[in-house]
């Protein structure tokens, strides 16, 4: 019987060598690469923001502030007090809050009534009506201020408060509803169906089991809402001509002073003063925003 001359280390006749390795750095190596890279792109994006930031605080407390993010020299409290004053601050706030405020609540009852039918109804018109309202949000607000302005003159809603408020809420209100149905989307109709076999009616089931159940969704749109309207500078520059009724986003107008002659220290001041009630207002409901919908074992499968 012939003795076999294959070893343990020695391949089987017809089989194939195995391909050796190139040059290359092994894969660990090639992932550890990447992701430095993208820590290294992530930290540059965060110096875009800490930045801007950097040079708010230190500029609001610095006596001699200028253009320069740097720690301040000579630690002042003089730019808040130059802007805690009714004209400057607090008139203009409080403007900004019944503004932004009353919109804001337009805003999201019309969006829920009007994400309501899109949501739970199948019609041939839905997807038209909402690629219109799609439409809608990407035309610029200069371009429709020319008319509306001589809209709110022929009314007499210029230089009204309700009449802003309305027109803030309506050119918030497409993305609103978009948002809204989206969420609305995620309950699912046979709690709805439960309601209506109780005796419920369709507004009392949005009201009492819809909504309640998508409150994250409510929040978002309410947040997303209220910070865009309070950060809006030309709705209100246009409408508005008493001074009395400015609010703070064209307040802050005044701070830039005349001939490009800026009080930086102020202006970082105020500024701080200004994103306050929007900063206060996302602290308040951040937890809501990590809830998500309460359907845990509301549906049995």
């Known amino acids: 019987m012939p003795t076999s001359t294959l070893t343990r280390d020695t391949p089987p006749p017809g089989t194939p060598a195995p391909r050796k390795r190139g040059p290359g750095r092994r894969?660990?190596?090639?992932?550890?690469?990447?992701r430095l890279a993208a820590d290294l792109c992530l930290l540059l994006a965060a110096l875009a923001f800490v930045?801007?930031?950097?040079?708010l605080?230190?500029?609001?407390v610095d006596a001699?502030?200028?253009?320069?993010?740097?720690?301040p020299t000579d630690v002042t409290w003089d730019n808040f007090d130059a802007v805690m004053t009714t004209d400057i601050t607090f008139r203009p706030l409080l403007n900004s809050l019944i503004l932004c405020g009353s919109a804001t609540a337009v805003t999201v009852v019309a969006a829920a009534l009007a994400a309501y039918p899109l949501s739970r109804f199948s019609s041939r018109l839905n997807r038209p009506f909402m690629l219109t309202i799609l439409?809608?949000?990407s035309l610029p607000?200069?371009?429709i201020m020319v008319p509306v302005y001589g809209l709110f003159v022929?009314?007499?809603?210029?230089?009204?408060?309700?009449?802003?408020?309305?027109?803030?809420?309506s050119s918030q209100?497409?993305?609103?509803?978009?948002?809204?149905?989206?969420?609305?989307?995620?309950?699912?109709?046979?709690?709805?169906?439960?309601?209506?076999?109780?005796g419920a009616s369709s507004m009392q089931a949005l009201v009492r089991v819809i909504l309640p159940l998508m409150g994250p969704g409510v929040v978002v749109v309410t947040v997303f809402s209220f910070i865009m309207m309070w950060g809006n500078f030309f709705v209100p520059f246009m409408l508005l001509l008493s001074p009395d009724q400015m609010p703070a986003s064209v307040s802050i107008f005044e701070l830039f002073g005349n001939m490009g002659s800026v009080v930086y220290g102020e202006l970082a001041a105020f500024s701080i003063i200004y994103s306050a009630p929007a900063v206060l207002l996302y602290v308040l409901i951040a937890r809501r925003l990590g809830g998500g919908f309460a359907l845990g074992g509301a549906v049995k499968g």
């Open 64 to 71: 001699d502030s200028g253009l320069t993010a740097r720690p």
């Open 57 to 60: 605080l230190f500029s609001s």
């Open 51 to 55: 930045l801007p930031l950097a040079w």
């Open 154 to 169: 022929q009314i007499n809603l210029i230089d009204t408060m309700s009449g802003t408020a309305f027109f803030l809420a």
């Open 173 to 198: 209100l497409p993305f609103a509803i978009w948002l809204m149905k989206n969420f609305m989307d995620g309950v699912p109709k046979v709690l709805e169906e439960a309601a209506w076999t109780d």
């Open 27 to 34: 894969p660990g190596a090639r992932r550890n690469s990447r």
């Open 141 to 143: 607000i200069t371009a």
């Open 135 to 137: 439409f809608t949000t």
